[in-house]
């Protein structure tokens, strides 16, 4: 069984910078990939960035750049660094660990408001 919690969600204003972490109980060494979705209000759930357990990264177009996905395997955390936020970057920002067999978890989100 593996749990998931994200914090490091708040309010900043746009042009800032944030780091939000999701840590992990149980065991994720043998997670395919952890990601970050994030949900804004009236829209669908959206990959921001992904990391495979090699290390392999991929990003919505709307993060590249700005974004950075990382993993701490001691500290069983996943980092997304956000830098140059924009006001569409307002939402919940989700963790996920993948395994095998299409088995998943997520974490419950945590609140990313950009607004001046």
């Known amino acids: 069984q593996v749990q998931l919690v994200e914090s490091g969600g708040e309010l900043v204003q746009p042009g800032g910078s944030l780091r939000i972490a999701c840590v992990a109980s149980?065991?994720?060494?043998?997670?395919?990939?952890m990601g970050w979705y994030r949900q804004a209000p009236g829209k669908e759930r959206e990959l921001v960035a992904r990391?495979?357990?090699?290390?392999?990264?991929i990003y919505a177009e709307s993060a590249k750049g700005r974004f950075t996905i990382s993993r701490d395997n001691a500290k069983k955390t996943v980092y997304l660094e956000m830098n140059s936020l924009k006001l569409e970057d307002t939402a919940v920002y989700y963790c996920?660990?993948?395994?095998?067999?299409?088995?998943?978890?997520w974490g419950q989100g945590t609140q990313v408001t950009v607004s001046s």
């Open positions: 996920k660990a993948e395994f095998a067999a299409n088995l998943e978890y």
């Open positions: 149980g065991n994720i060494f043998n997670a395919n990939a």
């Open positions: 990391i495979t357990r090699l290390g392999y990264r």
